[in-house]
């Protein structure tokens, strides 16, 4: 085949040989025993990455022994991707497998995961070696999208960084709860709450109102009666609001720059993070050689 689509369909035979045509390409071709158990290989890897298939499943469809469909998962071989470096804007985020981080650089506009790597845990030390690593192999990124980490004024001079709008309001409810009981937290849900429906200069109006109504109440202080000393009341409350003036700077990145078509979230990354997630879930159990395998065909396109 010229392609490594398994969209294929029988076309009837040659001196007895089954042919079969891609209908992607549209080549016509037959197999050999060989090519035979490898296109099998891939479809038995598709079905069991993308589809959700089990075990069970796959031995009552291709009646087999469910040895011989594990054996085939097994030695089942990723191919090679061949990623073209690129001016691009990136979105970077990590995501939990196992015991274990997984570092992903994705562009958004062609939906492409350019860039991953299996870490300990997500630093700042991963974005930089992945600008490192990315710029070493010709590509230029034009703009960054991503969570707290990329809202660090050293790490990327000159570069546009856009704060997600999502992580952000995440953030934010983990302080404050989505049933706030205070009136300051109340109002300040309200404003987290229209931040992707809002200009620059609309938000950053109601949250200077907001700190300016509530500056007082959030100065009050507690006696700790395990210290002895005097702490702020309303800590949670507190952080919140650092937060989101440590990453007012970033939150409308993509207003000051229309012309890169930046993205406001990290949403185009996390939903291929929900599905890896939730293959992994379907096929509990999994060594972490296979699981990583997967982890790899699901992020890096390999739809066969």
């Not at 960054?144 to 570069?159: H, N, P, Q, Y």
């Not at 938000?203 to 700790?224: A, G, I, P």
């Not at 440590?246 to 939903?271: A, K, V």
């Amino acid at each position: 085949m010229k392609c490594t689509s398994i969209l294929i369909k029988k076309n009837g035979k040659f001196r007895g040989i089954q042919r079969y045509k891609c209908a992607k390409c549209f080549t016509q071709f037959q197999l050999s025993k060989k090519k035979d158990l490898l296109l099998t290989r891939k479809k038995l890897w598709y079905e069991f990455c993308f589809q959700y298939a089990t075990i069970d499943t796959l031995k009552d469809r291709y009646k087999k022994s469910e040895k011989w469909v594990r054996n085939q998962l097994a030695l089942y071989q990723l191919p090679e991707r061949n990623i073209l470096p690129r001016t691009m804007v990136a979105i970077m985020d990590a995501t939990k497998v196992g015991h274990e981080w997984l570092f992903v650089v994705r562009d958004p506009h062609e939906k492409e995961n350019v860039y991953m790597a299996v870490v300990s845990s997500e630093t700042t030390l991963c974005y930089q070696l992945a600008m490192q690593k990315l710029t070493q192999r010709g590509f230029v990124i034009s703009a960054l999208v991503g969570d707290g980490k990329i809202a660090v004024s050293w790490l990327f001079k000159g570069i546009p960084s856009q704060m997600c709008h999502f992580h952000q309001k995440q953030i934010v409810v983990r302080c404050i709860t989505l049933n706030p009981q205070l009136p300051a937290g109340v109002d300040l849900l309200t404003i987290i709450n229209v931040l992707t429906l809002s200009t620059e200069t609309e938000f950053t109006k109601l949250f200077d109102d907001w700190c300016e109504k509530w500056d007082t109440f959030l100065k009050e202080k507690s006696l700790n009666e395990k210290t002895g000393m005097l702490t702020y009341t309303h800590r949670k409350l507190r952080s919140a609001r650092d937060s989101i003036k440590r990453h007012l700077p970033y939150l409308f990145t993509f207003e000051r720059y229309p012309e890169l078509n930046i993205p406001n979230t990290t949403n185009s990354l996390d939903g291929s993070f929900g599905k890896v997630k939730k293959s992994i879930g379907v096929h509990a159990g999994l060594s972490h050689d296979q699981k990583m395998k997967m982890v790899m065909t699901l992020l890096g396109g390999n739809k066969l």
